[in-house]
Antibody
């Protein structure tokens, strides 16, 4: 069955960087577009980014455009989210999702000094 | 901020029915399919409805979806205590070239 496992979260100071990973299994990873979504404490779901199956197309939410970069390595069945210039408001649980149909359990990112 | 608008909360007694509305615009719901998700804190969001009214395997027919114009609705019949959760609608916005979610609705049974 489809499994998505995020990692890389933790506590980071404002202005620093962090890279999240999402390892996929149970499906042909290279055949599908993938998303990143987050939920800040007490807030709703916020869509962040999508990457096409071959990585050639990427779209971002305005809130992270220019700071976050989505990428993928189909040989490793892995999706990435490079997060730069982090802000306190980026504190959230970050989820990867297969076509927004299947979701991982999420990884918590806390931006705090 | 969310582009799709939902009521903050709805409630009904066990066994009863609730409907959750999701209001958008021509560039999102009006132009693209709607999905619905159930989300409990600390867990992965669960897909309930895709393509406006299709249920994935394993989702009971107590859950139903519909779409008309720039709005969509999730219906839940035969409410159970296990249905207490946040529910979100989601779609694609063709003008923003971005995914969009609703503001979320907490269902109280």
């Amino acid at each position: 069955q489809v499994q998505l496992v995020e990692s890389g979260g933790g506590v980071v100071q404002p202005g620093r960087s962090l890279r999240l990973s999402c390892v996929a299994s149970g499906f042909n990873f290279g055949d599908y577009g993938m998303h990143w979504v987050r939920q800040a404490p007490g807030k709703g779901l916020e869509w962040l980014a999508i990457i096409s199956l071959d990585g050639s197309e990427k779209y971002y939410a305005d809130s992270v455009k220019g700071r976050f970069t989505v990428s993928r390595d189909n040989s490793k069945n892995t999706l990435y989210l490079q997060m730069n210039t982090l802000r306190a408001e980026d504190t959230a649980v970050y989820y990867c999702a297969l076509r927004l149909n299947y979701w991982g359990q999420g990884t918590l990112v806390t931006v705090s000094s | 901020q969310s582009v799709l608008t939902q009521p903050p909360s709805v409630s009904a007694a066990p066994g009863q029915k609730v409907s959750i509305s999701c209001s958008g615009s021509g560039s999102n719901i009006g132009d693209n399919a709607v999905s619905w998700y159930q989300h409990l804190p600390g867990t992965a969001p669960k897909l309930l409805i895709y393509e406006n009214n299709e249920r994935p395997s394993g989702i009971p027919d107590r859950f139903s979806g519909s779409k008309s114009g720039t709005s969509a609705t999730l219906g839940i019949t035969g409410l159970q205590s296990a249905d207490e959760a946040d529910y979100y609608c989601g779609s694609w916005d063709s003008s923003l070239s971005a995914g969009v979610f609703g503001t979320g609705t907490w269902v109280t049974v």
